[in-house]
Structures are given as structure tokens and as C-alpha cells.
């Protein structure tokens, strides 16, 4: 599918996106958001996707731009347009990389509890058994 060259500006269309929307908050599960997600993109588009995640990401882990082209293997053009988006955008990448930073350590805080504190080495046991 060719680029389109310019955007619909038909009162349907923009109802049909705004049902888009509207479906892809009300999915239930991480399976369902990958389908259509999987389903909606090319493999292309959707590595394109998955590559611009990662360069958000180092970049609110604090990278500077020449780190991140390096890290991801991509041009510090790339980069440097990610980060305007971050900087300057309309909200929504911060909104979801602050969402996955909660995620991330309430994740990491879970592990931590899950984990029981050792009494001690199984060797050390045994010297005085």
C-alpha cells in the first residue's frame, strides 16, 4: 500500500478513526492489542513501530542522541525526530513511556517481594547437622 497523499477530510472517515480509537481502548488484553496491531500494520510499518519504542525509551532513560543511534543502529536524524516528538508532541509517547515506567517497577517491586530472604547457605546447614 503506496503512501497516501494526502489526509480524507470526509466527516465518515473521521468518525470511522474516532471508533478506531474507541476499540483500541475497550480491547481486554494484551493478545487482542496484538492482533490488531499486527493485523493493521505491514511488517514494515510495524518494525518501524517497534523501533521508534525502543528509541523513546533510551531516551527517557536519559541517553543523549549519538547513544541512542548507536544502541538502536539508527541515525541520529531518527533519533533527534523522536525526541522532538517526546519534547515537543502532543503528549501521548510521554503518556506511554510513563505508563511503562510504573509497570516496569511495580513489576520489579513485585519480584523483590516474591523473593524469600535465605537463612543462610545449604552448605553451612550441613556443618552443623
Sequence with gaps: MGKPREEVKEKAYFREIHFLYEILNSLDNLDEAKKVIKDLLTKSELRMLKR???IANLLWEGFDVRTVAMKAKTSTT???????ILEEGNGGLKIALEKAEKKAKADHEKYLRGKTPRRGSKFVKQWFS
Design 52 to 54: 521508534r519504542w525502543h
Design 78 to 84: 531518527t533519533v533527534s525526530k523522536i525526541k522532538q
